[in-house]
């Protein structure tokens, strides 16, 4: 399979615990994205990557957040001292920089206890 | 900013019956348009897409038509089936910027009856 791929698909976790996941895009696929699905909306931005140059992050990515992408490969999202609010549905997806199409992974479900 | 309205879901429909999901855009660029379908316990997949004004996007049955006149892409299919059942997302990519990070709506969630 050459799709994105996420791990975990599911995490649980207690409040104030770090949790970190992990992305791993289409492997010619040059950026990256993250967005935070709740339940009953759509996807929201929070950040992209293209190789490994973070270059933007949306006003949703509060200082807990913060996302990494060594070597423009696979990236990670790491979340501190989580809060009930950061339970959502994490997504990646990657593209072609001079593609418009991007390509889903299925996600990581993050439970905040 | 950019953003998508869609129609608030869900919409229940029999088997074979016409399906239309409207979606309308405010974009301060000249975007591109997609909708994303999501299966239940499944990732958003690309269903179609089109890049340019009168352009229309079609893949399995469904279609949709670029009109920047109404700044709309509404979603059509003919005949619906019970495996189209599933959330529908429409969504545009602002090219202007060159991020082209994806505006998503809130969702339309589809039921097909037997």
Redesign the interface.
Known sequence: DTGVSQNPRHKITKRGQNVTFRCDPISEHNRLYWYRQTLGQGPEFLTYFQNEAQLEKSRLLSDRFSAERPKGSFSTLEIQRTEQGDSAMYLCASSLATADTQYFGPGTRLTVL | GDS?TQMEGPVTLSEEAFLTINCTYTATGYP?L?W?VQYPG?????LL?A?KADDKGSNKGFEATYRKETTSFHLEKGSVQVSDSAVY?C?L?D?QTG?????????TRLQVQP
Do not use: D, I
């Open positions: 998508v591109s997609f994303y499944e990732g958003l997949q690309l897409k890049t997302f969504a990519s090219r991020r082209r990070a994806l505006t998503f709506g809130s969702g």
